[in-house]
Every structure is written in C-alpha cells, then in structure tokens.
C-alpha cells in the first residue's frame, strides 16, 4: 500500500457519466405498459438494433455484435475527440442549453439573471462571428502571442530570441487553458494545488517517434495541415511555412526521442538521474499569482531528468520552439469546425462548457426532480446490497479485512444530482459576471473567456485560504455533467443529474436495461473503493493499511490478473497493445460493477416476484426490450455495452492510449470475457473468445 506522493498526485476523484413514473421504477409496483411508453420502448428498441451487427457472434466479439453499426448510424454532430455513445449525452445537454438560455425568468428567481445576460451576449456573438476557419491573424490573438513570448514566424527580426523563454511562456498558455510543455492538473484534494504529467506533443494527433518517422504517416499530415492553416493566414510565403514547419517537426522528433529514454512513463523519469530543474517559482509567479503550496521550500514539481533535458533541446530549437507555443495558443481558440454548418453545435457546446456553474445552476432546477432523485436513489441502495454480498462471500477475506471492509461500505455516502455549498457555487457564478464580451471582437471575447475558464478551474487552489480542509472538488457542484464519482478522501459516491439520460438512463426502460445501464455505472464507482487507490483508505477516508498481510498478498496477486488480462490486447489501428498497469484500478471497476449490476437486478427482480402488489403479477415481456429478440438478461448485458459503442480514428486511439480508461472497445471485451455470468446467459461455449478460460480473473 502506498501514501500520495506530493509530486504524482493521482486523482483521489474516479469517475467515468425528467419526471419520473412509476412503471419499472424500482419501489413501486410491477403494471402493464401503456401505450406512449410502449412506443417509446419500441422506439428505443429500434435504435439499439440498429447499432448491433446481427451477423456478429456474440460469443466471438460481443463488442461489435453489440457496437458494430453504431459508427454508421450515430447522428452528425462537431467533435474534435473520438465520440461514443454514452459521452454523447452531451449532445443532448447541449440541446438543453439552448433551452436554458432563454429561461429569463428562471434566472430571475434564482438570482443569476446578470450572467445569463452575459451567457446570451457571448453565445449571440459566437454565433455571428467568423469561425470557421479560424482567424489566426486577428490581432488580438497577436497581440497576446507577442505579450507571453512572440511569434517568429510572423514577426521576423522584431523577435528578440534574448528575451524569450520557453518554459515562461508555457507558464503563460496554461492561463489559457492551452497546455504546450506544462500539462496542468489540478489535485482534487484540498488545498486543489496543481499536479503535471507529461506534456501531449502535437495539435489533431498527438505524436511520438514511431508515428511521424515520415511525411507519409497521418499523425504527420494532420498536423503539417493545421500548422500550414494558421501560417497561410499571415500571408508568408511557402518556403517560409515550409521551414517553419520542419523546423517544429525536428523539434517534436528530438522531445519524443527523450520520453522514449524513459518509454513515458513519469515513474520511471524519476528514476533517471539529473540536476534539479529550478524554473518552478516562475510557473508559480506567472499562473498562480505567486501562490506558495509549499511554504517557500525549493520546490521539484515534475521529473527533474525530463525538464532539464527539455530545457536544452529548446535551447538548440529556440524559434521552432516559440512558433509551435505561439500556434499551441492559437489551436486552443480554434473551433476546429470540418464544416462551417456546424457552428451553432459549437457555440452552444462552449456556452455549456465554460459557463459551465451558471448553466448547472439553470438545469438542476429546471430538469432535475425529486422523483428522479428518489428512484436512484433506490438503485443505489440495490448496489450498495450486492456490493456487500460480495464482500461477505470473498472467501480469499480473512475475518478481520472482512470486518474492515464492511465497516468501509457501511459508512459510504451517497450523493444523488450534485453536491451542494451555495457559498461557493455562488462566488463561481459571480465570477461569469467579469466576463467582458467585446461585440466587435470575438477574438478579444474568446480570450476573456478562455481566462475565466482558467480561472473558474483553480479557483478552489487560488482561494484555498478562505477555505476549509474538507472543502470537496469543485467539479462535484456541477450537477449538469455527463459522469458519476467516487472519492476516496470522505468515501462517498456520486451520481450526476446530467448523464440520467439514454444510453445510460430512461424512465420507461424495464429495469433489466436500467440495472445494467446506470446500475452498471453506479457498481463501478462504488467498486473504486476497493480498487488499488481506494483500499488504501479506509470509511473515514483517511489513508490506512487495514489489509492483513495474507489478504493483501491474495489482493495483489487478483490485481495481476487484470494486468495481465488487459496488457495482451493489441490494438491493430496503431499496433500498440492497453497498457494494463495505467488502466488496471478502471478494469477492476467495470468488472465489479458488471457483476454488483446483474446481482441487484437479480435480487430486485426476486423482491418483485414474491411480493406482487396490488394483485397483479409482473409480466416476463416487461423487463425486454420491443423489438429485440432477447432474455431480460441479455438485455442488461446489451446495455451495459452500448454505453461504450464508439467511432475512432487513428489519432483518438493515441489520444486515449495513455488514460486510465481502456478503450472502449477492450473495455467491453474485457469485462464480459471474465464474467461467467455473460457466458451462461449468452450460451458462450468454453474456449470461445468471450468465455477463453473457466478460472476468469476476478477481484470482486
């Protein structure tokens, strides 16, 4: 078992994601359909069959039986990440928005009617403004550009390569919310100081050595693309963009070249030998108002080996360096729009986004019930159940670590819609109200705005003093988010009003689908709690070693499996293979989420057919889906696996190869191939791809 490291702070904050009536709702009573939610059903029904491909085996490759047309027929909608099915309910959040926007007299009543005007203000100036493409040459992004470090490529001899500083000038881009070679995290414990990890070379497709060996390679096109689009709008010439381009591709070869020294992997950085890297307090001064976390100590906040090898390549690379920053700026304002028709999605997407406290604010009183809080709630409760029964029939347990993890699971606080401290969440809404929106100058409004979203995200560090120790994350106020939450430091859980929508959740859906859609979810946020991170703390929240040494030795020894399981999937696309270590505490939670799910649908469905309420009796069609030739059973299992039907292309497969989430994909292809219960109701024959084995790697 392991402390937090001050340096390498993981996120103590795991997390992945209407008025309600009573048919299928988990405490009331089992009645027949009626008919709009019968066509409801059937129109659900329809939409999930045709994300399936019916001529898949389901035992050779759930995944694209259960996602292999999902690609063709998800709705048209601008992204600059790869999209799948249950992040698009942002989309569905963001057709909301555009309601919201309108609810004056909501405002009115709840006090914020100043930032909603600012929110019409900048969303009507988006909508007229010129976007797509970008332009680059405005001169307010110019002006900020050369305030923070320059641009050579546009400003020739003017720029003074004396006065430049690569490491300040990044300093200056994190208050943008623009990362080029600081990659700022914020701890989600008090007092919400920043943590780095390794800085993401590259603008559409993020680079390493093996995928821009040539000019041929995609990750080399997609970004000499964007690169010649921001240069071809200051009018240089062709021999100009050209060197300039090259001259950044030799850079990114030479970064990508010292991460390789230490495969990327910030552990194992530090193991490499080198001076300490003294640049810090400058960071410190530029992007946090010279706030002090560490009482004036020296200070090392990120791998000193790679910070004072990067310090001479820029050295070496001086200009390139300066061009790429100055263009890392520029992308973080760029729309990235394919297509101008799209602008409004955008505009919309930014306004939900950025103003992010303002808009929850507006749909947890407009959207979110007491119905809806209550019914999961119930869920909750049913997980909690089976999240016990596990822990009770771990026979690998001895009794006391039994004893300490029931204690554990007791004492776990449920939190349904959003966390609340109206303290707080009104200082961030103030906030909105700075924001300048300049009306001939979207530029200089985009900007402003991408400042305040920057600081609206430190908020919590930069007034740390005003608070108190067991202030929680701030992102746990925003109940309009697509996600759900565990959190090791008060062992509580999460689940956020925005993602109770389809794929994830609707009222009408039989609970067969509903357990195994937000049941799913909700059992692997609280499986977080017995992962490698969350079994360190025990049900204060407090960091504990409450294993004895033959169960955790039993524990780690269940861990490698998953490690183990989860490192052998290749993914052909880029001829990478998961990382089982990076993914492992995530692998963990979906499987023992998959199994508490399909227990408490289990248990709750014996509850409802022992005790028939008001006589009538629960009708087997009521927990399938119109439409689809499937067991109700089969179903929870259709529907855990939609959530991650998904569309990538090459770059998203680089882009996710270093998060802690499996791609989607082996996501589900891990979880269902080591879960009995899916090969017994899919009649997966052993030695079939989704049942290999019959010991299968199991935790919890």
């Known amino acids: 078992m392991f402390l937090i490291s001050k340096r390498f702070r993981p996120s103590l904050l795991s997390g992945v994601i209407y008025i309600l009536i009573c048919t299928f709702s988990l405490g009331c009573e089992a009645r027949s359909i009626g008919d709009e939610s019968l066509e409801s059903l059937r129109s659900y029904g329809a939409l999930m069959k045709s994300y399936m491909n019916l001529s898949a085996d389901p035992c050779d490759d759930f995944y694209e039986y259960a996602c292999g047309n999902w690609k063709n027929v998800k709705p048209p909608r601008q992204a600059s990440h790869r999209r799948n099915n249950l992040l698009d309910i942002v989309y569905t ?38 976007v797509f493409p970008l332009p680059a040459a405005d001169p307010a992004y ?34 943008y919310g623009a990362y080029g070679l600081i990659l700022e995290e914020i701890s989600t414990q008090y007092p919400f100081d ?20 040539n000019s041929s390679s995609r990750a080399y096109k997609l970004n000499e693309k964007r690169m010649r689009g921001y ?30 020294k230490f495969e990327g992997d910030s552990d194992k950085c530090e193991l490499l030998e080198g001076p300490p890297f003294g640049k810090w307090r400058s960071y410190y001064e530029i992007a946090w108002n010279g706030l002090d ?94 999240l016990r029964q596990v822990l009770e029939n771990a026979e690998w347990l001895d009794t006391e670590t039994r004893r300490e993890a029931l204690l554990k699971e007791a004492s776990i606080t449920p939190v349904i819609g959003s966390y609340r401290n109206e303290e707080i969440s009104s200082l961030l809404i ?51 988010q697509v996600n759900a939450f565990y959190y090791n430091l008060d062992n509580s859980i999460y689940v956020m009003a925005g993602i109770l929508h389809p794929p994830a959740y609707h009222r009408s859906w039989p609970d067969s689908l509903k357990f195994g ?9 609280l499986t977080h709690g017995f992962d490698t991170m969350g079994s360190t703390f025990d049900g204060r929240g407090e960091v504990n070693n409450w294993w004895s040494t033959k169960s955790e030795a039993e524990f780690q020894e269940r861990t490698k499996c998953y490690v183990d399981h989860f490192s052998n999937y290749l993914i052909p696309e880029i001829n990478r293979k998961i990382n089982g270590n990076v993914t492992r505490d995530e692998n963990i939670a979906d499987a023992g989420g998959l199994r508490e799910a399909l227990a408490a649908y289990r248990s709750h469905m014996k509850k409802l057919q022992s005790s028939p309420m008001d ?32 569309d990538y292309e090459e770059e998203h497969f680089w882009e996710e190869l270093t998060k802690e989430h499996t791609i989607d994909k082996y996501r589900v292809l891990g979880a269902v191939s080591n879960n009995k219960d899916f090969a017994e109701v899919y009649k997966c024959p052993l030695g079939s791809p989704m049942h290999p084995k019959a010991n299968t790697c199991r935790l919890w």
């Open 430 to 480: 103030d906030e909105i109200g700075k924001l300048s929106v300049i009306e001939d100058s979207f530029p200089q409004s985009m900007i402003n705005l991408q400042r305040l979203v920057t600081t609206l995200k430190r908020y919590g560090g930069l007034n740390f003093e005003k608070m108190t120790n067991d202030t929680k994350p701030l992102l746990l106020l925003l109940g309009m």
């Open 142 to 175: 110019l002006s900020l550009i050369r305030s923070i470090g320059g641009f050579p490529a546009v400003d020739g001899d003017a720029w003074n390569a004396s006065r430049f500083s690569w490491f300040n000038m990044s300093a200056h881009l994190t208050n």
């Open 615 to 646: 006589n009538e009796t629960l009708e087997p069609q009521s927990q399938q889906m119109p439409g689809l030739d499937l067991s109700a059973e089969q179903l929870f299992f259709l529907g855990f696996a939609q959530l991650w039907c998904a």
């Open 194 to 213: 920043p943590y780095f990890k390794l800085p993401e070379l590259g603008f559409d497709h993020i680079i390493h050595t093996d995928n821009i060996v």
């Open 231 to 260: 240069l071809n709008a200051f009018n240089l010439t062709e021999d100009k963009i050209s060197s300039v381009i090259n001259g950044v591709f030799d850079f990114w070869r030479e970064a990508a070249a010292l991460e390789d």
């Open 517 to 525: 859609t937000i049941g799913f979810l909700i059992g692997h946020e």
């Open 93 to 130: 959040l963001t057709d909301v928005t555009e309601q919201l926007l309108t609810r004056t007299q909501l405002a009115e009543a709840l006090n914020v009617s100043e930032e909603l005007v600012i929110a019409q203000r900048f969303y009507n100036s988006c909508l007229m403004a010129e």
């Open 293 to 386: 976390f560490d009482n004036g100590s020296d200070i090392s906040l990120f791998c000193d080996f790679y910070y004072t090898e990067l310090d001479k390549l820029c050295s070496k690379h001086q200009e390139a360096v300066a061009n790429y920053l100055a263009m890392v700026l520029l992308y973080r304002m760029d729309a990235k729009l394919k297509e101008g028709n799209k602008q409004k999605d955008y505009c919309l997407t930014k306004v939900q986004m950025s103003l992010s406290h303002l808009v929850s604010k507006l749909y947890m009183a407009e959207y979110f019930s007491k119905d809806t809080h209550s019914e999961i709630s119930a869920m909750v409760k049913e997980l909690r159940k089976s």
